[in-house]
């Protein structure tokens, strides 16, 4: 059973990282637009260069 | 620069040379934040192509598309126009309108839906990471390990329940403090309660704790939360959008010069300029210039009026023919448009009376819940003689009874129906509007606007002679007259050419004159002309001293408008129509769609008056209205819709706004609305059905945490299946 001092922490670490991950997400506005960035990711307009 | 005239404490120069030219740039005037409206974007290709185009144009400092939103949104140098960036996206191939960027603003983010996600997160984090540790303590865990178990769990919990409860928390103790009883008391007390017992049980090494319910209820719940909140944002922005839609500007008029300028600043005293098609912006008196006004907006009566000098105007009529100044006699909330407001606020008050079943459920089962934990902790107290058995009890009790399924129930139906209705083409305002939409047996119409759209339409074309409609049409076409339009619009339809008519002049507020072979023709209002004026709308065509001849107009009836009538007929609905029209034009009307009942020249309190008279009859009357003069009546009625094309008032003072200009969606909602309410309906007895089965066990001291946790998370979820069998 020591086990678990170990695998407690690390899968509540990996919960708390997607936790995080999802905060970062919201704040960054990225759930304005689904339909759009859908869309987006197929336009090839800044393949060659970054969009400045 | 001043890194190379004087030595800087900096090791780099550009560290502070950089904030003082931010502060430079603050100094000048703030960049232009404008918003378009871009209906017709479907793909990536048009997002790419506009926002190459906007970018490209070299005062644009960015510029965005949001294709959920279908709207751009730029940032461009100061004295760049919105009328510029419309021209430039019309120029693509796209339809485009001007946004009132000031009317978006206040809802940019909504920062009421995030925190809720933000909330809804945590609670999902935490709870599936106190399952799982639950999953072992069910599994057999023991001693030590069981209580090692339930310390983790609880120092999850606490911090994410006092986190993520908030709302609750906060809608309880508002209710509390009211004296009143909510649907969030009884949640507020089954989570205190859980983790006040469960941490009992824990300090005293207990088997059962409730970590794992507390956290599961309170992301349900939030799950219902956000979805209802998401539903009445999206129903929100849409029809912020509509009224962004109308920039409000006038032309003002001082020392000779016109400029451009906000509704909002305008004075009393004001000289305003409305041009032929604007539409007058605030109350006030004709100074200057003869023309028609169309006051069907706030009266429903299609026939124009003549406007000259001296004459008051009020806000929301429109200008046909000439070029009117007018000196502002009230402005802004003054104006009897705004007043109009009253007259809604009164006819509203009536409203509030529907409890919606939400609420109805509530008042049954809050008080239900807390009697029968309250009895049970009694019960069990007086039989055990044992404060932590019986408190156990009462805490299995308030968890297993708790409105996870309810709190699910409705919004997730109605999640379901509006975005049905919305991909129709139908925009629910109010978050009961569909419960009262289902309870509706009586229709009543606004004809002009409504059921009609307002544009007339020729109608004795075949009875004229041919030299007639040849020397009216040539009359016709130089006019933005809606008469004039609608002449040449059939007349050129039927093939016939313009004759040739000399000096053809327009007359302001009058009519259209020219002269053929020296005579004098004339085309306009019948006292201009010498005619005897008819009941329904009509033009007036003389030709030298021969008798006038009348061309008659009927408006053109609104597609989908005899569908949405054989609908509702089909499904049992008496329907009324109700206009401040002309008994003639309301009557052919109602003849034309077989609509038994009708009421003309109603004004504005009459209508209001009939739909309360409808309403004391014990009848649930939908109001489709669109005009000021709905207004009072679409609040009076049970419920009310108007289209898009309605003023800004309607449409607040409405429930549901139709955003095509179709009208068949409107006996279809009818059904989804009643379909809707069968779910909801069905809803409550499966939570009530898993009440049933799970309550006793929870009095009889038999529910254990896997049991709370199995009845929960089954019945949440058979509601949200429930309701996505919405048709």
Redesign the interface.
């Known amino acids: ?1 020591n086990i ?1 001092t170990y695998l ?1 922490p690390i ?2 670490i990996l ?2 990282v ?2 995080v991950a ?2 970062y997400t ?1 704040r960054s ?1 990225q ?6 960035d859908a ?2 990711i ?2 090839d ?1 800044w393949d060659d260069h970054p969009k400045p | 620069m001043t890194a190379t005239m004087r030595p800087t404490p900096s090791a780099c120069p550009a560290c502070s040379a950089a904030p003082a030219a931010e502060a430079l740039a603050a100094r000048e005037l703030p960049n232009a934040q404008i918003a378009l409206s871009l209906p017709t974007i479907h793909c990536s290709a048009c997002i790419s192509k506009i926002e190459r185009a906007l970018n490209d144009h070299p005062q644009v400092n960015s510029a965005r598309v949001n294709l959920t939103l279908k709207r751009a949104s730029i940032d461009a140098a100061p004295e760049v126009t919105a009328e510029e960036m419309r021209a430039l996206v019309e120029g693509l191939g796209y339809e485009a309108h001007e946004l009132d960027a000031g009317t978006l603003n206040a809802t940019a983010t909504d920062k009421a839906g995030r925190d809720l996600l933000m909330r809804l997160a945590v609670a999902g984090f935490a709870s599936m990471n106190v399952m799982l540790l639950s999953v072992s303590v069910w599994s057999g865990a023991e001693d030590a390990t069981r209580d090692m178990f339930h310390w983790i769990s609880a120092a999850i919990t606490l911090p994410a329940i006092a986190f993520s409860g908030v709302p609750f928390f906060r809608n309880a103790w508002a209710a509390l403090r009211n004296g009143r009883l909510n649907m969030d008391v009884p949640i507020v007390l089954a989570i205190v309660l859980a983790i006040v017992t469960s941490l009992w049980e824990t300090m005293l090494s207990g088997a059962h704790a409730y970590f794992d319910a507390a956290l599961a209820l309170t992301f349900f719940l939030l799950a219902g939360r956000y979805l209802d909140h998401r539903t009445r944002a999206i129903a929100r922005s849409a029809a912020e959008e509509l009224t962004a839609l109308e920039v409000p500007r006038a032309t003002r008029v001082r020392d000779g010069v016109e400029e451009v300028v906000n509704v909002a600043d305008l004075a009393v005293g004001d000289l305003i300029l409305v041009r032929p098609g604007g539409r007058m912006p605030v109350d006030g008196e004709i100074v200057q210039g003869t023309s028609e006004i169309d006051r069907s907006l706030l009266t429903g009566e299609t026939l124009p009026v003549f406007a000259g000098e001296g004459q008051a105007v009020s806000a929301g009529e429109v200008n046909l023919t000439g070029p009117l100044i007018i000196r502002a006699s009230a402005v802004g909330a003054e104006t009897s448009l705004h007043r109009m407001a009253d007259l809604v606020a009164i006819a509203e008050s009536g409203r509030s009376r529907y409890t919606s079943l939400a609420d109805k459920a509530a008042k049954l089962y809050a008080p239900g819940v807390h009697i029968l934990s309250g009895l049970s902790f009694i019960g069990w107290y007086l039989y055990t003689w044992d404060m932590r058995t019986a408190l156990n009890i009462a805490a299995a009790v308030l968890i297993i009874t708790c409105p996870c399924a309810l709190g699910l129930a409705v919004p997730a139906v109605t999640t379901a129906a509006s975005g049905r209705l919305f991909r129709r083409g139908m925009l629910i305002k109010h978050e009961t509007a569909l419960e009262r939409l289902a309870q509706v047996d009586t229709v009543v119409f606004d004809k002009t606007g409504t059921l009609t759209t307002g544009t007339p339409h020729l109608t004795n074309l075949d009875a004229l002679p041919r030299d007639a409609v040849e020397t009216a049409l040539a009359l016709a076409q130089g006019s933005s007259h809606p008469l004039a339009q609608a002449t040449t619009k059939a007349a050129r339809a039927a093939g016939y050419a313009a004759a040739e008519v000399a000096d053809v002049t327009e007359v302001p507020g009058y009519g259209t004159k020219g002269l053929i072979a020296g005579e004098e023709v004339r085309l306009g209002r019948a006292s201009w002309t010498g005619a005897e004026g008819l009941a329904q709308t009509a033009t007036y065509l003389k030709i030298g001293d021969a008798a006038p001849l009348a061309l008659t107009f009927t408006d053109a009836l609104r597609p989908g408008a005899e569908e949405a009538m054989q609908a509702l007929v089909k499904g049992g609905k008496r329907v009324i129509l109700m206009s401040g029209d002309t008994t003639p034009a309301v009557e052919a009307l109602a003849q034309r769609l077989g609509i038994p009942q009708w009421m003309a020249e109603a004004l504005p309190a009459d209508k209001a008056a009939r739909v309360e008279a409808l309403r004391a009859e014990g009848a649930h009357v939908l109001m489709v209205g669109d005009g000021l003069n709905d207004t009072a009546a679409l609040a009076a009625a049970h419920v009310s819709i108007s289209p898009a094309t309605a003023l800004d008032a309607a449409r607040v003072a409405s429930d549901i706004v139709l955003l095509g200009n179709d009208l068949s969606p409107i006996g279809a909602a009818c059904e989804t609305a009643k379909s809707a309410t069968r779910r909801i309906r069905e809803n409550f007895r499966i939570a009530t059905v898993y009440n049933i089965i799970a309550v006793p066990l929870a009095v009889a001291g038999l529910a254990t945490p896997l049991i709370a946790a199995l009845a929960m998370s089954l019945s949440s979820i058979t509601v949200s299946l429930n309701a996505l069998r919405l048709r």
Request: proline content about 4%.
């Open positions: 059973m678990l407690i899968s509540l919960g708390g997607g936790l999802f905060v919201v506005n759930y304005d637009d689904p339909e759009g869309r987006r197929l336009s307009d």
